[in-house]
């Protein structure tokens, strides 16, 4: 069939006669001919729509979906019910893209949910301000981290080895080029050792990163650990958390943490390969300049009508580039509007209802799976909606076994934590039955 790219030869020759070239070859001369890959691509014969469409379809089918499977697998990605509205909601064209509207006062649509989902997020952290949103997870502790370095003015990062291994490394990535120094702190039975945080806190720290629920579902002592932090001068508390565990466990605010951060994919978005995903952050207002990406304020129009403008814009396309604090830029528009219709419409109820369903399922699993002593806890701490177990089990053996009875299985953390030799975390949401948790346990009881 006829190549989909309509151009043809003497078009091509027109276009590059008008810029003053000779071929396609000639747009890329600034880059030395050593540099070039200098032969054809290795790729497949062109190939129809129809046979792309094919061809891709084919592909698609070999991943199972979750609707098919029951999944216990989460460690940083949750399958949580998503209620039908959101879709309905943002699929409508108006919404339908997340680049930053150029004429922001124009898109009050727009600017009306980010304000929505900027005032939730301080209503759930108990925090001054947030922002509209980051990448994700990991982005957002960087961000947080880097806000800390500017307002301390001073380049040294702790955190600590229960926060999740893949935010730890976006961290590392990010302080290379910013000349932070990154320090890890130990864990002790699965949480932060706050006796070894005391001793690394000094005057040099800029902030120190702690999660909870952490990495394996535990939940730190917050309150404790930020009494380490401040002792030292101007040293930032930096707590990651999980959006929805904020209905049922005391609000940040609460506990002297100075900036929250988290990802909210568990909150109307779908688990969906690597992303995209929704990064959050919220702070006291004394990082309010700080913070990356923008503040939209609620005004009046000159008629008295409630409007939306954009308040903070420290992003590099509204001030000089030198002076922007971040490389933020679009955001993941569509899942703020996603999670501001979740938080709307599950409410303050539905949102304790998700959270507490979450950790009661997690506690019954958590006591089927261990009841016979075959599979025993690797931690001796309170958690919320995952735990790890381990056994004499290889976990990659354990992972094959329950896909056959159509279960995705936990995260193998030995992947990270080589010292937890066949430990696997397990995911409990809201959505898990009594009868699929039960399947769980039976299964894993018979694989030898």
């Not at 990605?77 to 409508?92: F, Q, T, V």
């Not at 990991?138 to 370095?149: K, Q």
């Not at 040294?156 to 893949?166: A, D």
Request: glycine share 6%; charged share 25%.
């Amino acid at each position: 069939m006829f190549p989909y790219i309509p151009t043809t030869r003497e078009d091509e020759q027109e276009m590059l006669k008008s810029i003053g070239l000779n071929s396609p070859e000639d747009l890329f001369s600034d880059i030395p001919k050593d540099l070039q890959l200098n032969r054809e691509l290795n790729l497949p014969k062109s190939k129809s729509e129809l046979e792309v469409s094919s061809y891709l379809t084919a592909l698609a089918n070999k991943n199972c979906s979750m609707s098919e499977l029951t999944c216990f697998l989460g460690a940083g990605a949750y399958d949580h019910y998503i209620p039908s509205i959101i879709d309905h909601i943002i699929s409508r064209s108006e919404f339908y893209t997340s680049y930053t509207p150029y004429q922001p006062e124009i898109s009050q649509g727009t600017l009306q949910y980010i304000f929505e989902f900027q005032t939730l997020m301080c209503n759930l952290t108990g925090m001054d301000v947030a922002n509209a949103s980051l990448y994700d997870g990991g982005t957002a502790i960087t961000e947080a981290a880097l806000m800390a370095a500017a307002h301390s003015r001073k380049d040294e990062i702790i955190i600590s080895k229960t926060v999740r291994p893949e935010s730890i490394q976006i961290l590392k990535t990010y302080a290379h080029v910013q000349g932070l120094k990154v320090i890890e702190v130990d864990m002790k039975d699965g949480v932060t050792d706050l006796e070894a945080l005391d001793n690394l806190v000094n005057d040099n720290t800029a902030a120190v990163v702690v999660q909870s629920p952490n990495f394996f579902g535990i939940i730190e002592d917050l309150k404790a650990t930020g009494e380490i932090i401040h002792k030292a001068k101007k040293a930032s508390f930096i707590a990651s958390v999980d959006p929805i565990s904020l209905a049922i466990l005391k609000k940040p605010s609460e506990l002297g943490v100075d900036i929250v951060v988290g990802e909210a994919q568990g909150m109307g978005i779908p688990v969906s390969f690597g992303g995209p995903y929704l990064g959050f952050i919220a702070a006291k207002s004394e990082y309010m300049r700080k913070l990356p990406g923008r503040i939209v304020g609620q005004t009046e129009d000159k008629n008295g009508k409630r409007s939306f403008v954009l308040t903070l814009t420290a992003r590099e396309q509204h001030i000089r580039r030198e002076k922007a604090t971040s490389n933020i830029c679009s955001n993941q528009g569509l899942n703020v509007l996603a999670a501001t219709i979740y938080m709307v419409t599950m409410g303050k109820e539905g949102l304790k209802e998700v959270a507490l369903q979450s950790t009661k399922k997690a506690h019954y699993a958590f006591e089927q799976l261990t009841k016979s002593g075959k599979y025993t806890p690797v931690f001796d701490k309170p958690f919320f909606k995952e735990f790890a177990v381990t056994s004499d089990l290889c976990p990659e053996n354990i992972t094959k076994e329950l896909r056959k009875a159509n279960i995705i299985g936990g995260y193998n953390l030995s992947k990270d934590y080589p010292q937890l030799e066949n430990a696997v975390l397990y995911a409990v949401t809201e959505k898990r039955t009594k009868d699929e948790i039960d399947k769980l346990s039976s299964v894993l009881e018979g694989i030898k």
